[in-house]
């Protein structure tokens, strides 16, 4: 619950300092790249190397990759037969194909199935969806972003993402077994606890609510994919085709269902990716998906 109200705090803070004439204009882009630079390496740094590979990881797993790449799938499709722009397309592939798996996931999983639950979410969340953000997540944000980036162009992106930097540290540890000592761990997981309060306050500094903006129709389709289409295709494909069943299923469908991630809208902000859009997503998203998930939770009982 403490969280709950976090996100919302933190949302309404960075909307209230959008009054404040002594808050820089562009503040939100400053806490953005704080976010990329500082918390999420530190994120990585402290949970990557505790995470057992294992083939029990595979549903989880593929509620971030598949659900990635439906995203990309459908978006990329539907906006190159609309003729949709490069940045509306890319922000909607981010935006939507990215859950908020941790933050908001991590307690709705807990109070509806406990601590087991929670053991699926943080494999959802940490091999996936943090993975996916730091290399898929990059490499569309740097597609999209701007003209026709060339391959080489796109790696030296990735190579050069503070994130995806920590992360193959982090996965180096991992495989030699090697763990921090204790006070660094604690260093990192106190200063990776900054990414939602200071990624959410930078959304809510952009969030400005215009009943005619023309975001409201994209707005309105990257949720109803986010909150309804993709759980109910891994529904589909784990519980009916698959036949898959149990609690680790259940919580992996539960957090497809999640609002959007807080980092992918940070990102997509970071690389002109419709910023006002993509706050939109998270700042109207994330109540929306109180009720959503919900919904998702008596149906698969």
């Not at 659900?67 to 906006?79: H, I």
């Not at 109207?284 to 008596?298: C, E, M, N, Q, R």
Request: aromatic share 14%; hydrophobic share 55%.
């Amino acid at each position: 619950m403490e969280n709950i109200i976090l996100l919302f705090l933190c949302l309404l803070l960075g909307v209230f300092l959008q009054k404040v004439k002594q808050f820089p204009a562009n503040a939100h882009q400053s806490l953005n790249q704080f976010v990329i630079y500082v918390s999420l390496p530190a994120l990585a740094l402290y949970y990557i190397p505790k995470i057992t590979l294992s083939l029990s990881l595979l549903y989880p797993l593929g509620i971030a990759w598949l659900g990635f790449g439906l995203s990309f799938v459908f978006f990329y499709a539907l906006g190159t037969y609309l003729k949709w722009s490069k940045k509306l397309i890319g922000c909607l592939i981010l935006t939507s194909g990215l859950g908020n798996t941790s933050f908001v996931g991590f307690p709705i999983i807990e109070a509806l199935y406990g601590s087991e639950g929670l053991k699926t979410a943080i494999i959802v969340d940490q091999p996936g969806s943090f993975v996916v953000v730091t290399t898929l997540g990059i490499l569309v944000a740097a597609s999209f972003s701007r003209g026709n980036l060339s391959a080489s162009e796109i790696a030296i992106k990735i190579i050069k993402f503070p994130p995806f930097i920590a992360f193959t540290i982090a996965l180096l540890c991992t495989f030699f077994s090697f763990e921090f000592p204790n006070a660094l761990q604690n260093a990192f997981l106190r200063i990776g606890n900054t990414v939602t309060p200071v990624a959410l306050v930078a959304v809510g500094l952009q969030i400005k609510v215009d009943t005619k903006s023309r975001h409201w129709s994209f707005l309105t389709l990257g949720l109803f994919f986010k909150l309804f289409i993709m759980p109910a295709f891994f529904f589909l494909f784990y519980r009916i085709i698959l036949g898959a069943k149990g609690l680790n299923i259940d919580v992996s469908i539960m957090e497809s269902a999640m609002a959007p991630m807080i980092t992918g809208v940070i990102l997509a902000s970071n690389y002109g990716l419709k910023p006002k859009l993509s706050s939109m997503m998270v700042g109207i998203g994330i109540p929306v998906s109180l009720i959503t998930t919900a919904i998702w939770y008596f149906i698969l009982k």
